[in-house]
């Protein structure tokens, strides 16, 4: 590998990082609260690269309007989700729970399938972004410099809104004691609606810039990327946001750098992830920067 | 002196086989496939019970095992003719390319694959609880594909492997879902089949009294891939076809549906709805396709078959947890006890 392609791959792993710490984040803040695989979330991410899809080639909005739409469309979604699917169950045995997830990501997926058609779809990508620029020998692609900014922008303000604001302290009391919050007068059930919102935003800010970057829309793309996502969150050690963006960068860069390197395992590159995965969940459960919580009795 | 239920049971058995035989000569290859379907998810759905229903475990990794069981007894019962027509890309291995054997011995070769592979693969993962099981379990089951799908001079890669013989009968399906009924049945009675329960009841009180909890969920694993292997193997010679595409998590979601529905840990309960379920999905495939009313046509919609079935697998879990019939089972004397109120009340 040349030092030129290597840092193509760099960019390419970069950018690919970042949209799986955009999705991991949203993981990573459910399971804190609610101890809970949103399986639905690969999902949530999916509609928001179709809300704009359908915002600029149907409804002819400007770009930048369908994009606020979508990335709405998409928290108000999560939102909903969490309303329908998990909130009836939240005194239900764990497993019961995750099957209401599962349901529910099918039932997305599916609905998805019957509105948007299964034919794939072109994402509408502004000229800006197609271009290319050289540096030093190296030509990367705009949006590879342009997602892990935004990125970073977004995490920014997320790590702000968790750390200073009252919601924020309220969020992390919940998922840090759920009786006690409540007993503290911390109205549980819109702390976790707010969650999944916020979760669900971030999804659909990763989920414009997926589209910008593989531009092919299929009902399925949200499986793969929200697994992927989940296992950088497990990565990081879920429950933890920093954790998330570490885990996503790691798992994006690898998967590129390994691909890069070994030419001939791309066939495995799905694989590779969940060997991650289940090395992760033998060795360290509580992932990088997780903290070991103990067996309860 | 024989027991008077042991003969009820027989008779039941029998009154089955004989109604199985009626179907299997009068009805058109279009129902005789679905009888082999139902009687295939019974299979499948009762070996996702033991794990997820007895054992309280919570397995997504069906599908992978399913695939073992599939491709081993698939490769053993493949002519040398139809390898090599299958295997243009590449040749096949040479140690698989003159092996043939029997059906039964190949279905059973492919259970017992899957078997071992299952417990090799839960054997590092068993410590994990709830969740990251599922997904440790889903993440295992993708990896066989992906593995499928690269390894072409084994599994002939995404190309799959077609024209395969149809070996599958009713005789077959049913003959090894009544097995596979008995034999949960007789677990479930057997001490081994009260640790399971154990276990899913409280781990830690099951772990205090002395069970091993190890050992238990690796043999519940196990028996589960096994049955999932010849369940595998079953569908790829009742289809003929068989790719990689097919395992994926839908299979296992379809397999997840049957049981949830029928009551998790009851086995009337897997087999009534594995029965309702494969005639339900195959009778709403209109959905998908064209509805001829006679006077207008409607265009179906594809994708909307799996919106009900996802929408009434919400809709069950949310609202009756507990599915069917819960953990209850459909046993003589309940039976008895049904028709001796119907007859009080005819009095």
Known sequence: MSINTFFQHLSNGLALGSLYALIAIGYTMVYGILRLINFAHGEIFMISTYVVFYGVSIFYLPWWVSIIVAIVITGLLGIIVERAAYRPLRNSPRISVMISAIGASFLIQNLAIVIFGGRPKSFPIPDYFNTVIQVQGVSVPIVNFFIPVITLVALVILIYIIEKTKTGMAMRAVSRDYETARLMGISVDNIVSITFGLGSLMAAIGGVMWGLKYPNLIPLIGLMPGLKAFIAAVIGGIGNIKGAVLGGFLLGMTEIMIIASLPNVTGYRDAFAFILLIGILIYKPSGLLGQDIGEKV | MIDKKNIIRLGLILLVLA?????????????????????????????????????????????????????????????????????????????????????????????????????????????????????????????????????????????????????????????????????????????????????????????????????????????????????????????????????????????????????????????????????????????????????????????????????????????????????????????????????????
């Open chain 2, 19 to 347: 109604v199985l035989t009626i179907l299997n000569n009068t009805m058109g290859k279009y129902e005789i496939r679905i009888l082999n379907l139902a009687g295939i998810y019974i299979i499948l759905g009762l070996s996702l019970n033991v794990i997820n229903g007895f054992t309280g475990l919570f397995s997504l990794g069906h599908a992978g095992f399913m695939a073992i069981g599939a491709y081993t007894s698939s490769l053993l019962t493949m002519s040398v003719i139809q390898k090599e027509s299958n295997f243009f890309v590449e040749p096949i291995v040479p140690w698989l390319a003159n092996v043939q054997i029997g059906f039964l011995p190949a279905l059973l070769f492919g259970g017992i694959l899957a078997a071992v592979l299952g417990a090799m693969i839960a054997a590092p993962i068993l410590k994990l609880t709830d969740d990251y099981l599922a997904i440790a379990t889903l993440g295992f089951s993708e990896i066989i594909r992906v593995i499928f799908t690269n390894t072409q001079s084994l599994t002939n890669g995404a190309l799959g492997i077609k024209g395969l013989t149809r070996y599958t009968t009713v005789h077959y399906t049913w003959g090894i879902a009544i097995l596979t009924i008995l034999f949960m049945f007789s677990l479930r009675k057997s001490s081994y089949g009260k640790a399971l329960m154990a276990i899913r009841e409280d781990q830690t009180a099951a772990e205090a009294m002395g069970i091993n909890l190890f050992k238990h969920k690796l043999l519940a694993f196990t028996i589960g891939s096994f049955f999932a292997g010849i369940g595998g193997g079953l569908l790829a010679h009742l289809m003929g076809t068989i790719d990689p595409l097919m395992f994926r998590f839908l299979l296992t979601f379809n397999v997840l549906l049957i049981v949830v529905l029928g009551g998790i840990g009851s086995i009337s309960g897997t087999v009534i709805s594995a029965i309702v379920v494969t005639i339900m999905l195959e009778w709403l495939r209109f959905l998908d396709g064209v509805i001829d009313l006679g006077f207008m046509t409607i265009q179906g919609i594809p994708g909307l078959r799996m919106v009900l079935f996802s929408l009434l697998l919400m809709v069950v879990i949310i609202f009756k947890q507990n599915g069917l019939m819960g953990r209850d089972e459909i046993t003589i004397d309940s039976l008895g006890g049904f028709f001796a109120r119907f007859r009080k009340k005819e009095a």
